[in-house]
């Protein structure tokens, strides 16, 4: 049994036009390799395009290589950015967490005064 690991890249497109469409956005940018999923945002009441995407590539290369040809080109009338999507809070289960500063510990309470001077 061989273990095939895929190593997929996601990148998120930015100024996007209104009309720009999935399927315009897979068609094209399937030219730089195989696409795993293409996600057009869209504003959850009126359904209309929030002007940014996320397509998410098969291999690192691919989306290097759709990066380096199609960031602040002409799409669809607008000048565009790709960039490389940055891990989410859900990458870490929330925010990642630091431990933070020491807890104080509690002493017991001394009545009595110490009997040694320096």
Known sequence: MVLVLRAYMKIPLKYLSFSTRESRLRREFSNFGEIAEVKLVKDELTKKS?????????????????????????????????????????????????????????????????????
């Open 50 to 118: 929030k002007r940014y995407a996320f397509i998410q590539y098969t291999s690192q290369d691919d989306a290097l290589l759709a990066l380096e040809n199609m960031d602040c080109k002409s799409f669809d009338g607008r000048l565009i950015y790709v960039d490389i999507a940055k891990p989410g809070k859900e990458a870490f289960r929330e925010y990642p967490k630091a431990s933070g500063p020491p807890k104080k510990q509690q002493l017991p309470k001394q009545d009595e005064v110490a009997d040694c001077w320096y």
